[in-house]
């Protein structure tokens, strides 16, 4: 079964500074995607960030960097000099079968890591 | 072009009532999935619709749930009866049939449900 961790349920950042927000996954499927989102006070969710468990490269999107260490199953998300725009709930998921042709399963999401950056 | 769209934002019923959440996805998108979010707890997929046909509904609790997408456009989340634990937010999602790489999920801004 998938499981996703994210073992921080809140952090305080200073401003300009770098953040890690920590995801580990456990899966038995070869094949799977891994996701970040962002939840602000709004309500709204973000798509972020995506890296596929044969990508080589990690992932960037702008200030959004994925840490894909496949081995620890792991898929930090490295946010660069936060802003405090950036404070918000983030969700890390993964959704399996992602090469099949398919890839539009249900997603499993962590807890989430509430951040808050402070000026 | 409009994001995903939920209503109500919020509703507040009694146990034993019945209610009804709607979720207009972007248009063009075939998949469309519902979620939910019980306070403290993980964000849980209910189930996964692609056009009007339910493609996976493992993730709904019980039969007090009942969800629909006539033609293929919006989407309707029934709970019947209501009881406490379905409290939550309930958050709808959609993506493309076939959209690329990631094919990323959309989210509404979700429904917010306390059943008292």
């Known amino acids: 079964a998938q499981k996703i961790t994210q073992t921080q349920p809140g952090m305080f950042v200073q401003e300009k500074e770098a953040v890690t927000l920590d995801c580990t996954y456990d899966?038995?499927?070869?094949?799977?995607?891994l996701f970040w989102y962002k939840q602000p006070s709004s309500g709204e969710m973000i798509f972020l960030i995506y890296q596929g468990s044969y990508d080589e490269q990690n992932a960037t999107e702008g200030r959004y960097s994925l840490n894909f260490q496949k081995a620890r199953k792991s898929a930090n998300l490295v946010i660069s000099a936060s802003q405090l725009g950036d404070s918000a709930m983030y969700f890390c998921?993964?959704?399996?079968?992602?090469?099949?042709?398919?890839?539009?399963?249900?997603?499993?999401f962590g807890k989430g890591t509430h951040l808050i950056i402070q000026p | 072009e409009a994001g995903v769209t939920q209503f109500p934002s919020h509703s507040v019923i009694e146990k034993g009532q019945t209610v009804t959440l709607r979720c207009d996805p972007i248009?063009?998108?075939?998949?469309l999935y519902w979620y939910r979010r019980v306070m403290g707890k993980e964000i849980k997929f209910l189930l996964h619709?692609?056009?009007?046909?339910?493609?996976?509904e493992s993730g709904m609790p019980n039969n007090r749930f009942l969800a629909e997408r006539t033609g293929g456009t919006y989407s309707t989340l029934k709970v019947q009866p209501a009881e406490l634990e379905d409290s939550g937010v309930y958050f709808c999602?959609?993506?493309?049939?076939?959209?690329?790489?990631?094919?990323?999920?959309?989210f509404g801004p979700g429904t917010r449900l306390t059943v008292l």
């Open positions: 619709f692609v056009k009007e046909s339910k493609q996976d």
């Open positions: 998921a993964m959704r399996e079968d992602m090469y099949s042709g398919g890839g539009a399963d249900g997603l499993t």
């Open positions: 248009s063009g998108h075939d998949n």
């Open positions: 999602a959609s993506s493309h049939l076939m959209g690329g790489k990631a094919n990323e999920q959309f």
């Open positions: 899966t038995s499927d070869q094949s799977y995607g």
